[in-house]
Structures are given as structure tokens and as C-alpha cells.
């Protein structure tokens, strides 16, 4: 996972600073050769600091580029979500998350702003390498730059896998540097970046302490608002450091009700019936699969959970509206089979996050 200023959690859990602004590889098959995905990162508008602007993914002779506010280009051309190109990949957009799924087994969500994350199955496990790790299950050798050596430093690791030509635009790019932004912020913006953090190790999150420490997310959290400064970026960077945490919650199978009245709101689509949820069914009820059994449902859903707008429970979905399914307009079936039990491609509310 890469997030905020930005971080890189390996597959096999260590926490990175690194600051570059150019293309990096953030994992690729090493050894088969069967995906590459690569970030760019940009300057977030402090000298020395940077975070994620767009997410390549490479497979074959196929680019996908995830950009900016969810849009996706395929081999350089726009295309509308969902998208499938078969047998190969898979594109669909969750609320504000864009999840692409790909034919390896690979696994791509990307928020649209500055957070992705990157899950390959067991079986490319010691044949990974990049800003993620080589996913052997150790993580005191995850800084191996491309010919396989340890390298010294988190800024000498990052820049070993920088892109030569990188899939992200033209323009000059700056090598990551050990920065400490609190330092360079001074004791009084550490001391607030302290106390608003706080709010990772407090009772909200207290239920994933165990089996997520929170402790390095924490560090993420204070060197952003640090590098972020005063205001509303600060309050966004923070946004950004409490979801990172809140998504590896949900992974392990802890949803936190974390958000607040004032604390990173998310808004929903009220006036069609929709409501927030941080961890809603990752395929939803819709009046295409009303009639299917909860649990076949969920079995043919290989989507991960994500926050998002749902329906509220006994309503289900229908042209971006939560309506009662008796309310359902005839569903018609050609031939004899059955409906599929795998649902249809959501049409995402207007106003959705």
C-alpha cells in the first residue's frame, strides 16, 4: 500500500518514508513477468515532499492508468467504468474506489486521490520486488533495490526503483531525500500533529489495536500534518493517514466506526435514499439479484470491502435510487438459464465518495 507523503507498507509489513517525484515500479511479477504496476508521484507543494498522483498497471502488452478524481485510460485512450476486457482485467468503481482485477489474480484500489493498494494470492510469494517488497515473509530485507541488494537507506531504496522512462508525464522529477518534516515544521506544529493523530490510538480504533498496531501508522500520521502544514491541507492529510489505517482494520477483519460530525464526513446521496457505511456488502442488493441467496451471493463477490454509499437494510438498488424491491420493475430472462448469481455492474449514485 502506498498513502499520504507518501508511505509504503510492504507486503510483509514494514512502514517507509520515501519522497521521490518521478515513476517508480510499486510491485512487479519479478520473475514471470506477468504484471507491473507502477506510481508516479508529484510534489504536494512543500519543497522536499511529495504523494501519489496516478497508478500505471501493466499487463502484457495492456497499460491501465488510474488518474486523478477515478478516471482510467486503457492503452492511452478514456474509458467509461465498468470495464472489462475479457479474460485479461476487470475495472469497476466502488464509491470513490476504483478496483482493477486482473487475470494473474491481481488486485488494484486506487481512491482517486493519493491512496492504493496492491493484493497478489500466496502464489507469487518470494517473487515480487519494488517499493512493496519482496513478499517472502521477512520484513528486515524489504529494502532489496533491482539486482537484489539490501540497500542503505529508505530514499536509496525508493530511488533504485525509479522508471527510466515512466509511464507518468514528460517533465522533470526530483530523487527522494531523508526529510524530516517535523523538524523543518518546528515544536509547536509537531506538538498538534501529536495531538491530532492521537485519535489512531484512542477508543474509536481500539477494537484493531490488536491486530493492527497502530504505532506506525501513527508516525505516518504526525510526519504528515507536519509536511502538510496549516489548514485545510492538514485536515485532508489527516483524512488520508486514519483511512490508511482504517483499511488494514478492515482486512483484518475489524471495521472501526471512526468517522465523526467534523472528522473526514463523507456524504451520501440522502434525497435517492442512500447512507454511509464503512464496510457494506461488497456486492450490494440490486433488483437484478434480490432473489439470489445471501450467502451464493456473497461467494461469486470477490470484491473487498470498501466505505461507501449503501441502502439501508430492506431496500435495494435500482438507476442509482434505494427503492422497496417490491418496487422492482419486471426483470426479463432469455432463454433457460437462471439469473447469474454474480451482480450486474453498479451504477454509482450521483455525489457517491
Same mark, same amino acid.
Given at each position: 500500500m502506498a498513502f499520504g507523503d507518501p508511505h509504503y507498507r510492504t507486503f510483509d509489513g514494514r512502514l517507509l518514508h520515501f519522497q521521490g517525484s518521478c515513476s517508480y515500479v510499486l510491485a512487479k511479477d519479478c520473475r514471470g513477468g506477468d504484471f507491473s504496476v507502477h506510481v508516479t508521484n508529484d510534489d504536494r507543494g512543500r519543497s522536499g515532499v511529495a504523494w501519489t498522483q496516478e497508478v500505471t498497471v501493466v499487463l502484457g502488452d495492456v497499460a491501465v492508468q488510474l488518474l486523478q478524481g477515478g478516471k482510467v485510460t486503457v492503452d492511452g485512450r478514456p474509458e467509461a467504468l465498468p470495464f472489462l476486457k475479457e479474460r485479461l482485467l476487470y475495472v469497476e468503481l466502488r464509491g470513490r474506489t476504483v478496483?482493477?482485477?486482473?487475470?494473474?489474480?491481481?488486485?488494484v484500489l486506487w481512491d482517486g486521490r493519493s491512496q492504493v493498494e496492491v493484493n497478489v494470492p500466496g502464489s507469487y510469494r518470494g517473487q515480487i520486488c519494488g517499493l512493496c517488497g519482496n513478499f517472502n515473509g521477512f520484513a528486515q530485507? /524489504?529494502?532489496?533495490?533491482?539486482?537484489?541488494?539490501?540497500?542503505?537507506?529508505? $530514499?536509496?531504496?525508493?530511488?533504485?526503483?525509479?522508471?527510466?522512462?515512466?509511464?507518468?508525464?514528460?517533465?522533470?522529477?526530483?530523487?527522494?531525500?531523508?526529510?524530516?518534516?517535523?523538524?523543518?515544521?518546528?515544536y509547536r +506544529?509537531?506538538?498538534? +500533529?501529536? $495531538?491530532?493523530?492521537?485519535?489512531?490510538?484512542?477508543?474509536?480504533?481500539?477494537?484493531?489495536? $490488536?491486530?493492527v498496531p497502530p504505532e506506525p501508522f501513527f508516525a505516518a500520521c504526525v510526519? /504528515?500534518?507536519?509536511?502538510?502544514?496549516?489548514?485545510?491541507?492538514?485536515?485532508?492529510?489527516?483524512?488520508?493517514?486514519?483511512? +490508511?489505517?482504517?483499511?488494514?482494520?478492515?482486512?483484518?477483519?475489524?471495521?472501526? $466506526?471512526?468517522?465523526?460530525?467534523?472528522?473526514?464526513?463523507?456524504?451520501?446521496?440522502? /434525497?435517492?435514499?442512500?447512507?454511509? /457505511?464503512?464496510?457494506?456488502?461488497?456486492?450490494?442488493?440490486?433488483?437484478?439479484?434480490?432473489?439470489?441467496p445471501l450467502g451464493e451471493l456473497a461467494a461469486h463477490c470477490v470484491r473487498p470491502c470498501v466505505p461507501g454509499c449503501q441502502c439501508p437494510a430492506g431496500l435495494v438498488e435500482h438507476d442509482a435510487h434505494c427503492i422497496p424491491p417490491e418496487a422492482c420493475p419486471p426483470v426479463l430472462l432469455t432463454g433457460t438459464q437462471p439469473p447469474s448469481t454474480v451482480p450486474s455492474p453498479r451504477r454509482e449514485p450521483p455525489g457517491a465518495p
Open positions: 478496483i482493477l482485477h486482473a487475470q494473474p489474480g491481481l488486485q530485507d /524489504d529494502l532489496q533495490g533491482p539486482e537484489g541488494l539490501l540497500l542503505p537507506t529508505e $530514499a536509496a531504496f525508493g530511488n533504485s526503483w525509479q522508471v527510466p522512462e515512466g509511464p507518468g508525464p514528460g517533465r522533470p522529477c526530483s530523487k527522494g531525500h531523508e526529510v524530516d518534516p517535523c523538524r523543518t515544521a518546528g +506544529a509537531r506538538r498538534e +500533529a501529536n $495531538a491530532r493523530c492521537g485519535v489512531l490510538k484512542s477508543s474509536p480504533f481500539s477494537r484493531c489495536h $490488536a491486530v510526519y /504528515d500534518l507536519c509536511a502538510c502544514g496549516p489548514g485545510s491541507s492538514a485536515d485532508a492529510c489527516l483524512c488520508d493517514a486514519l483511512e +490508511a489505517y482504517a483499511s488494514h482494520c478492515r482486512q483484518a477483519g475489524v471495521t472501526p $466506526a471512526w468517522r465523526g460530525p467534523t472528522l473526514c464526513v463523507v456524504g451520501c446521496p440522502l /434525497d435517492r435514499g442512500f447512507v454511509f /457505511d464503512e464496510c457494506g456488502p461488497p456486492c450490494p442488493r440490486t433488483c437484478f439479484n434480490q432473489h439470489v
